[in-house]
């Protein structure tokens, strides 16, 4: 499975950005997807996650109630809605796709990375 991830870019403070991923394989469409970022000088760290049909989503606390997780299977896509995004949200982004068809937070639970997506918040 290869994740090719987009739609990373420059954007101020309290500003939206929609980040998506696409699968080459509809092989994803049956596993549990998730987002990570990595910001410079620290360890990739849990964004949200999303189970196979979509019904179970799980958050990081810093992003809970901003950032939107979202998936088309019919379209082999992950999406990332992010809205009042902070400074403290530029990073780079990852999509995944996990080893089974549950939401994780765990990285080890997933066995496909994308290439990562540069989002930069500016105040």
């Known amino acids: 499975v290869q994740l090719q991830a987009s739609g990373g870019g420059l954007v101020q403070a309290g500003g939206s950005l929609t980040l998506s991923c696409a699968a080459s394989k509809r092989t994803s469409s049956n596993n549990g997807m998730g987002w990570f970022r990595q910001a410079p000088g620290k360890d990739r760290e849990f964004v949200a996650t999303i189970d196979w049909r979509g019904g179970n989503t799980d958050y990081a606390d810093s992003v809970k109630g901003r950032f939107t997780i979202s998936r088309d299977n019919a379209k082999n896509t992950l999406y990332l809605q992010m809205d009042s995004v902070k400074p403290e949200d530029t990073a780079v982004y990852y999509c995944?796709?996990?080893?089974?068809?549950?939401?994780?937070?765990?990285?080890?639970?997933?066995?496909?990375w994308g290439q990562g997506t540069l989002v930069t918040v500016s105040s």
């Open positions: 995944a796709v996990g080893r089974g068809p549950t939401s994780s937070r765990n990285k080890v639970r997933y066995a496909y």
